[in-house]
């Protein structure tokens, strides 16, 4: 019996030696909880962790282009955007409008009367190239999957509302607005004169990277960003707790409406209240008599979202064009490698029409 006993050892002993087990944590992981480096094996594959389905999908390997959101230093990408102006332009590719004609922006330009910020050209050198062209140039590098997130996104896109954060002095919240503007299809965001004189927390988990996705301005002063927006178009409308100000709910959002949120402690600024066109708020119903900025931009925002859908069908008004150019700026912006494909197939083009000696 003895001898039956460690020949069954000596058998487990040698399964043991030959099979290895891999540990539950290699396995790919949704928790949003940071997992430990497991054990690697010749059994056993190295995974990319994520925080979502919607995550995981955004990789695109192999011929693909891999979405850069995820390549990203921990650094607070916010802070770093408001604090680098030059970082902001860069974000945003296709021509825009407000480079024509000496820098002059106007209405006139537009058929529709409706501000649109970019041109239907993407300047690749000496070569000009279409949206068109540029979804062609980079469409057998995304994943289908991706593709038709950013056709659902730019259907649902609009500029009719956009959104002005005034003074604020914490990147948390700002990150935070950035957020509701990219989930809510508001596609401009105007930033006036953030404190960046102190250290702030690392916030990049707070906007999810939606910085990426939006047109973001910076300005110096209300009264230089009220003078241009009212220039494209829009009525200045600023959040405001007093006996003057219209109910949100009472308001029509069918007409362009840049709404303007402003210091966490101390509100929209008396310049910015003096040069609007009308000031709005909020009913509250309990016993404080306001709400934090970043939630109070959530619920305005998505207000006008939803009046918008009411009065208009829906929210989203790009014409087919603008969806087009709109859906060629996000392709472009989905990774650094995209800029330098879409170079080379200007240079195949140009190179095509070159004429013969």
Known sequence: MSTCRAIIRTSFSFVESKFYFL???????????????GPISPYSVRT????????????ENGNNLIDDENDTPSKDNVEKLLTNPDDVTQFMKMERRCMVNGGVESMESLSNKRWFPYLDRYKCGDVY??????????????????????????????????????????????????????ALGVQSVHVVSCDSSKRYRENRHVSMGAEKWLDIELWDAPQEC?????????RIATTHVGMDAISVYDMDWSCPTAIVVGNENRGVSDEALSLSDLRCSIPMKGMVDSFNV??????????????????????GDLTSEEKQILLAEFSLRHSKSAISIVHEYAKRKETTHMPKL
Do not use: W
Request: proline share 4%; charged share 20%; with cysteine.
């Open 23 to 37: 540990p539950s944590k290699s396995f790919l992981s949704l928790s949003l909880r940071p997992q430990k480096p």
């Open 48 to 59: 990319r962790q994520y925080g979502s389905v919607q995550a995981a999908i955004s990789l």
């Open 129 to 182: 190239l279409s949206s068109s062209e540029v979804v062609e140039a980079l469409s057998p590098y995304l994943m289908e999957e991706r593709k038709e997130r950013f056709v659902n996104v730019v259907k649902n896109r609009s500029y009719s509302v956009c959104l002005v954060v005034e003074g604020l002095s914490d990147f948390g919240n700002v990150s935070a607005t950035f957020r509701s503007a990219d």
């Open 226 to 234: 009220f003078n241009v927006l009212r220039s494209r178009g829009y």
């Open 294 to 315: 970043s939630v109070a931009a959530g619920i305005l925002m998505h207000h006008a979202v939803c009046d918008r859908a009411t009065r208009l069908g829906c929210n």
